[in-house]
Each structure stands twice: as structure tokens, then as C-alpha cells.
């Protein structure tokens, strides 16, 4: 493959979820620039690749995202194929536009691969429906953290009749509560907060809106973790496999697969 950044979502975690067209690009690297979300597992793809951690996660060593890019543009201006893999799909609060528009800005060919998101992957796993006829026409995904802390019209959001997709949330819990509450949705709306989607150490944490933080807070609900939120989240045959057709009570937890919540391998492996 000639000099090129491709920049490729990896899915969620479960390395089959990866696309073939993810594979392809991998076994033509030589620079792979690996974020902490990524399992490390998809690296089999690429043995005699140059692997190189660019993980941006709280509590760790972090990259900055201003480095990843130069070195980005140095390895493909000295003729290499460049991989830069990325958690979930690179388009979906993954900075893959802004990155692919300041490769190309300095000239480089870049190639954006999609890769499945996390809120896709964690409602299918949990057999949740994002859309359903009858029930929610659309889904939207949002983030609970920006940079800048800009407001989101939580009252549209949550008037909108569409299942909410939330990723950043699990210290925003309490925000996005209070401001759907506020907003008009009902206390009653169900919820799933959903841990290391389609890994082995997946937790799923069912709950409504009124209680979902102290649910969460019972569960110790930890990051990655996406919300579901919408009447969609009812139809989780998973619930009624564990005997639960009505809403949980507050903090009442089940775990969905697994056992324990492991240390999650993933956090620092990739820090530095
Ligand atoms: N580009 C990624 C999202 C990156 S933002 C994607 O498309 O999935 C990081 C957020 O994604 C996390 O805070 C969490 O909300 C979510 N996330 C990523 N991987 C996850 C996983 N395996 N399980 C649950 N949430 C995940």
C-alpha cells in the first residue's frame, strides 16, 4: 500500500465486530497508532506492524491529541501506511473528521473506515432495539462531556420521542437526570447503562430515569459505559430472562454476562 493514513474504527471491543475492510487496512500497515479503547486483540492483524500507543483516557498517561497528528504526518511523509485505529466508529465522537481534514490539509491521502459505535454494539448486546415500529422512530446519540462544556437541548432531547444513545455519561449521571427530568420525560422511562459493551467483562445495569444514578451508584457503573434511554430499553429480552418484567427498583443490579467487574485491561495498557 502506498503512503496513506487510514484512519479505522475498531468496533467495540469484541474483535470480530472489526470489518473486513478494517482487517485489510491493518495487514497493509506499517504504523499503527493505537487508542486505549481499542483491544488490543485486533493487533493479530497486524504482526510486523510498528504499534504505537496513543491512548487520550482520565487517570492516564495521555497523548495529546496535537503530537498524534504530527506523528501521524511524519510516519506517512516518510512513505508509510499509517493505521489509526480508534474505539467504536472514528465518526462518532472520535475526532475522525477533524483529523482526516488536517491530514489533508498538509497534503497526505487519508481513508476513513467505519467502525461499529459502542451505543450500537451495547443495545444489540443487551437485546435492546434502538429503533422499533410503534415505539421510537429514531434514535439519537449524544455526548453527556464537551470540551467546552456547551449546553444540549435536553428538553428537545428529551421530548423528542427517539431513543437517547448517551456516551461520556458515567460522571454526568446526575446531569443528565436532572435535565431530562426537567425537560418533560417521564421518571419512569426505562434506562440500560451499559459497561465494556460486547467485551467478556460486558455489565448492563437496568434502571428508569428517576433512579438511574442511584442505580448506577449501586452498581459502581464505570467507564466505558453508554445509557440507553427509551421505551425501546423494556423490550431487553434479557430482563425477562432474569425474571424482571417490571422496572427495577432502585438500586436493584444484575449482571448481565460475567462475573465480577474485572480491572479493565484496556485502561493504561495503551497509555504511553
Ligand atoms: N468512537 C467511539 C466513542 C468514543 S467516545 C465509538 O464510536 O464508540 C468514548 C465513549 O464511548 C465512552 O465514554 C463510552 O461512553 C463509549 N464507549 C466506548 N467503548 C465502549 C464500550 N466498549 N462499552 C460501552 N461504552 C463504550
Not at 136 to 161: F, I
Amino acid at each position: 500500500m502506498n503512503a496513506k493514513v487510514w484512519l479505522v474504527g475498531a468496533g467495540p471491543g469484541d474483535p470480530e465486530l472489526l470489518t473486513l475492510k478494517a482487517v485489510r487496512a491493518l495487514r497493509g500497515a506499517d504504523v499503527v497508532m493505537i487508542d486505549s479503547l481499542v483491544n488490543p486483540a485486533v493487533l493479530e492483524h497486524c504482526p510486523n506492524a510498528k504499534v504505537i500507543g496513543v491512548g487520550k483516557r482520565g487517570g492516564c498517561r495521555s497523548t495529546p491529541q496535537a503530537f498524534i497528528q504530527r506523528l501521524m504526518l511524519r510516519y506517512a511523509r516518510q512513505g508509510k501506511c499509517v493505521v489509526r485505529l480508534k474505539g467504536g466508529d472514528p465518526c462518532i465522537f472520535g475526532r475522525g473528521s477533524e483529523e482526516a481534514d488536517w491530514l489533508r490539509d498538509h497534503g497526505i491521502e487519508v481513508e476513513l473506515v467505519n467502525g461499529i459505535t459502542a451505543g450500537l454494539a451495547g443495545a444489540t448486546h443487551c437485546d435492546i432495539p434502538l429503533t422499533l415500529r410503534g415505539v421510537a422512530r429514531g434514535v439519537t446519540l449524544v455526548t453527556a462531556h464537551t470540551e467546552d462544556d456547551s449546553a444540549l437541548n435536553w428538553q428537545a432531547l428529551a421530548q423528542s420521542g427517539t431513543t437517547l444513545v448517551v456516551y461520556m455519561g458515567v460522571a454526568k449521571l446526575e446531569d443528565v437526570r436532572r435535565e431530562l427530568l426537567a425537560g418533560g420525560m417521564a421518571g419512569d422511562t426505562p434506562v440500560a447503562m451499559i459497561e465494556n459493551a460486547s467485551l467478556p467483562q460486558q455489565r448492563a445495569c437496568f434502571s428508569d430515569v428517576s433512579g438511574m444514578q442511584a442505580a448506577a451508584l449501586a452498581f459502581q457503573l464505570k467507564a466505558p459505559a453508554v445509557m440507553v434511554i427509551g421505551q425501546v430499553v423494556a423490550q431487553a429480552s434479557t430482563r425477562a430472562a432474569l425474571g424482571s418484567l417490571e422496572p427495577l427498583a432502585v438500586g436493584d443490579t444484575r449482571w448481565l454476562s460475567g462475573e465480577a467487574p474485572l480491572a479493565d485491561p484496556l485502561i493504561c495498557a495503551a497509555g504511553g
